[in-house]
């Protein structure tokens, strides 16, 4: 916390690669230790409301940020079972118009978006920036805050800020080196993401 996050977050039911996935057990014991003011996310590739909510529940996380498929329907039952969570939507950018179309679609089902890459075997952690004239256009667009994500690091956090303007901003294997995080490239991130509002 050092490094002054908002928010942290726990990849935990997955279904996709992801070399950073953790234990349910190990992912408590540090949500346990979480100052105030600090977010604990349940990043999850489940689809299944019920497993979900079980498992946010058990976690006993704040923020729910679902990266596969679900319908709106599901995500409203998921958002009123778990009052006292924050929803994220994960919207994966490839296409424009598929991709207005999801922000269409959830922008009224959960509290954000999120906007990510995608392979065919990774659900986000790609290290792959998108196309940020979509995401842009997202920003500008959606009824509710908008978080980028997708192959951002310290080094183009700044001018990816500067270009979409969103909400907020999240990394993964951007700050990582050898596959653990770096406490440098954390605390630059997060530097360089706050001088983009600032300037």
């Known amino acids: 916390m ?89 919207i994966h950018i490839i296409d424009e118009a598929e991709a207005i179309q999801m922000m269409h679609d959830f922008e009224y089902t959960c509290d954000a978006l999120l906007l990510d890459s995608r392979t065919k075997g990774r659900l986000g952690g790609t290290g792959l920036v998108h196309d940020w004239n979509i995401s842009k256009h997202i920003v500008s667009e959606s009824k509710i805050p908008v978080i980028l994500a997708g192959g951002l690091t310290e080094k183009n956090v700044f001018d990816a800020v500067k270009k979409t303007m969103p909400f907020g901003v999240d990394v993964n294997s951007g700050v990582e080196t050898d596959g653990w995080k770096n406490y440098a490239k954390v605390k630059e991130f997060i530097s360089e993401a706050h001088r983009a509002e600032w300037i």
Do not use: W
């Open 2 to 90: 050092k490094a002054d996050a908002n928010a942290v977050g726990f990849l935990v039911g997955l279904t996709h690669l992801a070399e950073d996935k953790i234990h349910k057990d190990d992912a408590k014991a540090i949500i346990a230790q979480l100052p105030p003011f600090v977010s604990s996310v349940l990043v999850t590739h489940l689809t299944d409301r019920d497993e979900i909510i079980a498992l946010a529940t058990e976690l006993r996380v704040n923020t729910i940020q679902i990266h596969d498929y679900m319908s709106p329907a599901d995500i409203i039952f998921v958002r009123k079972k778990m009052a006292n969570c924050k929803i994220i939507k994960a």
